[in-house]
């Protein structure tokens, strides 16, 4: 973990350029040191069918023009009504198919090269739009099926349950993974997070009420405090809520 992992999908119903296109990026991310999650589709039905389930799980996509059944300006013009904000790369064979791009908002177009000399300059300058634009920090959490980038406002605790951590969202959606919260701890202790007990690390701005034995959560959960993290819980939770009501 570390830095929000960007996701993105490759769309295309040529083998030999998802593979191509996968080994671009993978080279661009060494030389940038950056972390990418790709996902590859070898149709427009197959990314929008994916998209539906999770609308807001890539920040990039490289998406082919000219594909059997539904072509990639129709794949995108659904993409948008799914994402608004996603950034589109087409890749075409003819500049004939530019014009149409822009009816989908595209950030960029690449002409299918295998020795295409424009890749990583097109993917510096889309990977840094998508870096700016991320005005709040995001946690990311990475599963045997899917990565997640999760504001930090939205998570309301995690709880440590046997091999797993379980991510507890506001509106009480849950996200289960592989992790230690003694090491959740560690990657945490510059954010507003807590350790009431030794199974649950609470974002401080969603604790309501705090006694002896419990934390009450804006959103209803009730948790229990440990009694010997109590004093330390009380302390921290004062000082956060005071600096607050400062700022």
């Keep these: ?41 070898s149709s427009g039905e197959a990314l929008l069918f994916h998209l539906d389930d999770y609308p807001n799980q890539f920040q990039i996509i490289y998406l082919d023009i000219v594909m059997g059944g539904i072509n990639g300006i129709e794949t995108a013009l659904k993409v948008r009504k799914l994402n608004s904000v996603v950034k589109i790369i ?72 046997k091999r797993l951590v379980i991510c507890h969202k506001s509106n009480k959606e849950r996200i289960e993974y592989y992790y230690k919260i003694s090491d959740l701890v560690t990657e945490l202790e510059d954010k507003p997070f807590i350790l009431i007990h030794r199974s649950f690390l609470v974002n401080m701005q969603y604790i309501l009420k705090l006694s002896k034995i419990d934390v009450y959560l804006k959103n209803g959960v009730v948790l229990p405090v440990s009694r010997n993290n109590y004093e330390e819980v009380k302390d921290k939770l004062f000082n956060y809520n005071n600096q607050n009501r400062l700022k």
């Design 90 to 161: 087409f890749l075409t064979s003819s500049t004939d198919y530019v014009f149409n791009a822009f009816d989908a908002n595209a950030s960029h177009y690449l002409i299918k090269d295998l020795h295409d000399d424009k890749f990583d300059d097109v993917f510096a300058h889309v990977y840094n739009q998508v870096k700016a634009n991320i005005s709040e920090p995001l946690f990311s959490i990475t599963t045997q099926q899917e990565n997640y980038l999760i504001p930090f406002s939205e998570i309301a605790y995690f709880e440590s349950f």
């Design 1 to 41: 973990m570390g830095d929000a992992m960007i996701s993105i999908a490759i769309c295309d119903n040529e083998q030999v350029f998802l593979d191509y296109y996968q080994s671009k990026l993978e080279s661009v991310a060494r030389k940038l040191k950056i972390d990418l999650d790709i996902h590859r589709f």
